[in-house]
């Protein structure tokens, strides 16, 4: 019996921050205590650490497992910030009692009976609970009238009304919107120390009430799990009770509606199955099936054992504080295995990730390794090089004065430059070109084979979706050909520096530093392993006759140093280019923030806390 009034604005978004402190929340063995025990301040201080680590926890890739893992985060976070965090900051608060139980059990008709009154809707119609109700003992008001637990829900104040009102109109009419608050009624029929919440179906046709009956049964210090003579052996309910028993949570099952004379048999067999699921230290109530009176309440009596064993616990200090070390430590332990799984499964993201990048890095460096191979096994010199080259250099005079007297050469080739030689840009330009081709086939080879790696890998594939990295980039031509012309002018650099080391500089002066430098740059092209037939000697004669030409300028181990700086700046400057079309993929791959060994540490210390206990 209960209307509502205005709603307390304390609505407060989970996040790394958290709730902020209540003004009015009892303070006795909270963490703002300054006399607060080591052990609890220490513990508080992990879970801090752990609730940053999952509130940033993200894990990109499309693993197998991975909306699994991710959907294991947000609920660790969850029942971090519900219940383990509030509870251990509060271990004197009351105890809340989650009830819980699969569709038409009959919880909000057993929780009316509790109190000895309605004020919870039931009914036919389902789901009859979609807005949690709280009923507390007027004396704890504090306690939940902050956001001290379960943060995420807004509270709304309710308070009781008229007598002989109908259970069918009691409470709050079912509203899909207000979902994200929590009804709060005071109500000195429920035990000082011990406060009810009804919760919606655990197996409810609406996504929404299911996620929301999974987030308050985790917020619970203990269960009344209440099913029905019919449905106890349900998969869903059963789901839920194993993971009550893996965190050791004190549980009161309620079989409801349990037909007259089989309240032995049915009760025999589900004490069978608790004990064989782990939960043999669970409370097993009877209530049969029983005709409600006009108001839709059922008698005192059937609900009387279930009473006594709530107002127990309520007189029982000590018990109270047994209650919530067991589901404390075991909800610990329960987070500590859930943050294990969540180190594997973000080492399992650096794994693939890193992987992805080996998968580009290879296609890339395959292509490094070819461009640098044509750039110095004369695959170069061969088309429109060979014969710029040539008419370069003047083939016939230059091969005269080779074969007649390769000795002679020093003498002879300062008069065959006599005169005005054909310009060395053409060759300059027909280097650029050529090696534009050889850079851009290449990156397009490689941009092809990475990508085809990455759609052959179901976390490649998501991570490219309709983008196409197939090809190099609409600019790419460009700054390969303004690498190629750098390049060149580096080239140039060298002799110009070279020369000016030497004490005459007539000689090298005499052939022009452009033309000494397409010399070089014929030289670094040289070796003939690409080469052919004919462009054999044609290529490698000419490569060898410019090689003596600078040896007889500056030197055979100058010469030696010249085309190794060359080569060199040739491959970095590819090198660059080709990462620079890696770095498309790279920009896909984010790199994944958490730390494995990090959360791993975290899960060992959660362990020993869970085994430590809280005791309030």
Same mark, same amino acid.
């Given at each position: ?15 790394? +921050? ?8 009892? @303070? ?94 039931? /009914? ?34 309710? *308070? ?20 994200? +608050? ?63 028993? +893996? ?33 043999? /230290? ?36 000590? /018990? ?107 060759? *300059? +330009? ?67 520096? *070279? ?68 080569? @060199? ?48």
């Amino acid at each position: 019996m209960m209307k509502l009034v205005n709603p307390t604005d304390s609505s407060d978004p989970r996040g790394i +921050s958290g709730a902020p402190a209540p003004a009015h929340t009892p @303070t006795a063995g909270t963490s703002g205590n300054q006399d607060a025990p080591a052990q609890q301040v220490a513990a508080i201080g992990l879970l801090e650490e752990v609730r940053t680590e999952l509130a940033g926890l993200e894990l990109p890739l499309a693993l197998p497992n991975a909306d699994e893992a991710r959907a294991t985060a947000v609920n660790a976070l969850g029942q971090l910030e519900d219940y383990i965090l509030p509870r251990w900051r509060s271990l004197d608060a009351p105890l809340l009692a989650v009830v819980g139980g699969s569709t038409g059990a009959g919880k909000s008709t057993l929780v009316n009976a509790l109190v000895g009154h309605p004020v919870t809707r039931s /009914g036919a119609i389902r789901p009859t609970t979609r807005q949690p109700i709280l009923l507390h003992h007027p004396h704890d008001a504090d306690w939940f009238t902050s956001t001290r637990v379960l943060p995420s829900l807004s509270r709304v104040q309710g *308070e009781l009304i008229k007598e002989n009102t109908p259970a069918s109109r009691a409470g709050v009419a079912p509203d899909a919107r207000a979902m994200t +608050s929590l009804v709060l009624v005071a109500d000195p029929a429920i035990p000082q120390g011990v406060a009810l919440l009804d919760a919606p179906d655990v197996d409810s046709i609406s996504d929404d009430n299911r996620q929301l009956a999974g987030q308050l049964l985790a917020a619970a210090d203990l269960w009344l799990f209440v099913t029905t003579a019919n449905r106890y052996a349900d998969a869903v309910p059963w789901k839920l009770l194993l993971d009550a028993a +893996s965190r050791d949570i004190t549980v009161a099952v309620i079989l409801d509606r349990v037909p007259a004379g089989a309240e032995q048999e049915v009760a025999a067999d589900l004490h069978a199955m608790l004990n064989r699921e782990g939960l043999a /230290g669970a409370q097993l109530f009877v209530v049969p099936e029983t005709e409600l009176n006009e108001l839709g309440m059922l008698p005192p009596p059937v609900v009387a054992p279930i009473n006594a064993w709530l107002a127990n616990i309520s007189e029982d200090a000590a /018990g109270r504080a047994e209650i919530v070390r067991r589901t404390l430590n075991g909800t610990v332990r329960s987070l500590s295995g859930r943050l294990t799984a969540l180190s594997q499964a973000v080492q399992d993201q650096h794994d693939a990730g890193a992987q992805l990048r080996d998968d580009v890095q290879a296609a890339f460096a395959d292509a490094g390794t070819r461009i640098s191979q044509s750039t110095s096994d004369g695959t170069l010199l061969r088309g429109e090089v060979l014969a710029r080259w040539q008419d370069f250099v003047g083939t016939g005079e230059f091969f005269r004065a080779l074969e007649s007297n390769i000795g002679r050469l020093r003498d002879r080739i300062g008069a065959f430059f006599k005169g005005q030689p054909p310009p060395a840009i053409k060759v *300059e +330009s027909a280097i650029e070109t050529g090696l534009q081709a050889v850079i851009l086939d290449q990156a397009a080879r490689a941009a092809e084979d990475a990508d085809q790696r990455w759609r052959a890998d179901p976390a490649g594939r998501q991570l490219l979706g309709l983008e196409d990295l197939s090809g190099v980039t609409a600019e790419f031509p460009a700054e390969v050909a303004a690498e190629i012309r750098a390049w060149q002018g580096e080239v140039l650099e060298l002799i110009r520096s *070279e020369g000016a080391a030497k004490r005459s500089q007539a000689r090298w002066l005499s052939f022009g530093v452009n033309g000494l430098g397409v010399v070089l740059m014929i030289v670094v092209f040289s070796f003939t392993g690409g080469l052919t037939g004919a462009e054999v000697g044609i290529a490698g004669g000419t490569a060898v006759v410019g090689q003596k030409l600078l040896e007889a300028i500056f030197g055979e181990d100058a010469v030696r140093r010249l085309a190794k700086d060359a080569k @060199t700046a040739l491959d970095t400057r590819c090198a660059r280019l080709l990462d620079g079309q890696q770095q498309r993929f790279f920009e896909c791959l984010a790199p994944t923030q958490a730390d494995a060994r990090r959360l791993g540490d975290l899960a060992g210390q959660l362990a020993e806390l869970g085994t430590q206990g809280g005791a309030a």
